[in-house]
C-alpha cells in the first residue's frame, strides 16, 4: 500500500489532535511520522503495524505540541515576558559595548594598556602612576589623553560613553 493513500486522513488525524491553533502543524507531525516510520520500517512488519505506529506518533507528537503551546501562554500571560524583556535588551547592548571595548583595549600599545590598568582598575591617580612608573605626571596625562583619542577612534564613540564604559570595565575588574 502507498502512503498517498491514508496521508489525507492521516492529516485531518492531527489537525484534530492539534486543535483549531495549532491545526497549521497538521503537515509537520505526519511528515515527522512517516520519517520516524521509516527509521523503524525494520519493526514494523505490515501495513497495519505500520498505520497504528503512525497513529501512535502523531498523537504523541501532537500532544507535545499542545503542551508546549500551553507553556508558552501561560509564560506570555504571566507577565514576565514584558518585565524581563527590556532589562535583557539593555544587558546584550552592554555586554557588546564592553566586547568591543576589550578588543579595542587589546589592540593599544602595552604602555597605554598598563596606564588603563592603573588609573581604572586599580583607581590611581596620575601623581601616583607617575610615581610607580617613575615617568613625570604630564607624560602620564598626555598618554591617558592619547589613550582615550584611540579608544574612541577605535570604538567610534563619544568621550562620554568610553568613560562610562571604562567605569563598567573598572567594576568588572574589581
Known amino acids: 500500500m ?3 493513500a491514508f496521508y489525507p486522513g492521516l492529516l485531518v488525524y492531527a489537525s484534530r489532535q492539534l486543535g483549531d491553533e495549532l491545526s497549521y502543524l497538521a503537515e509537520d507531525c505526519v ?3 512517516v520519517m520516524d516510520s521509516f527509521n523503524e520500517r525494520h519493526r514494523l512488519g505490515n501495513s497495519m503495524a505500520w498505520y497504528s505506529y503512525m497513529l501512535k506518533s502523531i498523537f504523541h507528537s501532537s500532544v507535545s505540541l499542545v503542551r508546549k503551546n500551553n507553556s508558552r501562554n501561560n509564560y506570555l500571560d504571566s507577565g514576565v515576558v514584558e518585565q ?3 532589562d ?3 544587558a546584550i547592548l552592554e555586554q557588546e559595548a564592553l566586547d568591543m571595548l576589550y578588543q579595542a583595549i587589546e589592540t593599544l600599545p602595552q604602555k597605554y ?5 592603573m588609573s581604572f582598575v586599580e ?3 596620575n601623581a601616583e602612576i607617575a610615581k610607580r612608573l617613575g615617568i613625570a605626571e604630564i607624560t602620564v596625562k598626555k598618554q591617558k ?3 582615550l583619542a584611540m579608544l574612541r ?3 567610534q564613540l563619544p568621550p562620554p560613553i568610553i568613560f562610562s564604559l571604562l567605569s563598567s570595565y573598572y567594576t568588572y575588574m574589581q
Open 31 to 33: 511528515q515527522d511520522a
Open 123 to 125: 583607581g590611581l591617580r
Open 2 to 4: 502507498k502512503i498517498s
Open 88 to 90: 535583557l535588551d539593555v
Open 153 to 155: 577612534d577605535k570604538l
Open 145 to 147: 589623553a592619547q589613550m
Open 84 to 86: 524581563a524583556s527590556p
Open 113 to 117: 594598556r598598563v596606564i588603563l590598568r
